[in-house]
């Protein structure tokens, strides 16, 4: 089995793995380190020996012996087992996927509500710190200190293994819902990296959505979320060239959108419109099925993109949805209009300086004319993202107007 296919293997199997130790031994933490040591053995063994018959039961089984040799602090053991490995014969483990109650853990009540989203994007996610950090817009070392905390106060907890009910339940799917819709983001596009898309957090936000689903299908917004991953999702192929370049929205090919999961994410919207209440994810969802809809960018029902956008500022407020009402109303009533939207934000220190901010304040200056705004700010946008295929295309926008701006005429 190739390196990259064992690389999926173990980032599906880790958080099942880590919901097994943690359901038996209840050490949040410690099961943690020990299912990272498994998982590291098994990446370096694995590509030479080959996938164990039950990869599953071989990581539960290693990462087991590591936690006890852990809770005995016994370095010999511990090393000689590292050696031994490969001779494992994996322990009966019962053929459950305890990834469900192990995101509801993350999500305890003892913890705010970043830390649960922060813990759970680590321990289920399988994020980096310095990712996490990027979608929540806070230093790498302030990230790290409160997934530090979050998994002290776990174990202080001593919460039991089990999924909530009742308003406990409620309270903790938002978060839940929340984390997994920043798991998605990344996969689609990642923060960092030569690569656009993180295909495997995308696919496993999808799964972990329908697993919710599953046990929720009457709640609106889980049906909401689950159609704004399908809708976006059913894009990613269009959004790069063959040489790994972003392709904007209204450039892409949109006969290459996946028709299938456009379809299932429309019926989805559909039902989750249907029930009373009506959230973000909802709302999002009927923008991504309005751009679905259209067959070719020109045709894009902008008005009620932007109404939409008007009422999920109103029952969730953030500077993000401002951003992406300034570009719909810049389509609607003209570009001063969207610019004079974003000059709101200029204040906000959770986007001051973000590359995405400066991206459309770029792209609404250059349908002004101001090719000599647009061109800086399109140059200071490629220094402030940290991926690569978004940089690219920043300086390949900037390298366009760049040609276009007026000659500065000598001083007096």
């Known amino acids: ?232 999702h059913a894009r990613r192929e269009a959004r790069t060239t063959e040489a790994g370049d972003l392709v904007p929205l209204d450039e892409q090919d949109r006969t290459r959108w996946d028709r299938a999961l456009i379809d299932e994410g429309t019926a989805l919207v559909k039902a989750s419109l249907a029930v009373p209440a009506l959230g973000p994810y909802q709302l999002q969802a009927a923008i991504a099925a309005t751009h679905a809809d259209a067959a070719t960018a020109k045709e894009t029902d902008w008005p009620q993109v932007h109404a939409l956008y008007l009422i999920l500022e109103r029952i969730a407020p953030n500077p993000v949805v401002t951003l992406n009402r300034a570009i719909a109303l810049a389509e609607t009533e003209g570009p001063a209009a969207g610019l004079a939207l974003l000059s709101t934000l200029d204040g906000d220190a959770r986007l001051a300086g973000h590359h995405r901010l400066l991206s459309v304040r770029a792209h609404l200056l250059e349908k002004t004319g101001d090719t000599a705004g647009a061109y800086e700010h399109y140059r200071l946008a490629a220094k402030a993202t940290a991926s690569l295929a978004e940089r690219r295309h920043l300086e390949s926008r900037a390298g366009r107007v760049r040609s276009r701006v007026p000659p500065r005429r000598p001083k007096a």
């Open 1 to 232: 089995m190739r390196a990259p296919v064992i690389e999926d293997l173990l980032r599906e199997l880790t958080p099942q793995v880590l919901g097994t130790l943690v359901r038996r031994h209840g050490q949040f933490e410690g099961c943690e380190d020990a299912v990272q040591e498994a998982v590291l053995a098994a990446a370096v063994q694995w590509p030479a020996e080959g996938v164990p018959d039950n990869p599953r039961g071989w990581l539960v089984t290693v990462a087991s012996r590591r936690l006890i040799d852990q809770m005995r602090s016994d370095h010999a053991r511990r090393e000689r087992e590292t050696a031994t490995a490969a001779e494992v014969v994996p322990e009966e483990v019962p053929d459950t996927d305890d990834t469900l109650v192990l995101l509801f853990l993350c999500c305890h009540p003892t913890l705010t509500p970043a830390s649960q989203t922060a813990l759970t994007l680590r321990a289920v996610g399988g994020l980096t710190t310095a990712e996490i950090a990027h979608a929540f817009l806070v230093p790498e070392a302030t990230m790290a200190a409160r997934i530090s905390r979050a998994k002290q106060r776990v174990k202080a907890a001593g919460s039991s293994f089990r999924l909530p009910d009742g308003e406990e339940r409620e309270e903790r799917l938002r978060v839940v819902l929340h984390v997994l819709y920043l798991i998605f983001n990344e996969g689609y596009t990642a923060s960092s990296g030569s690569e656009l898309h993180r295909a495997d957090l995308a696919r496993e936000a999808i799964r972990l959505t329908r697993t919710v689903r599953a046990q929720l299908p009457e709640d609106g917004e889980v049906t909401g979320l689950l159609a704004l991953m399908l809708l976006t």
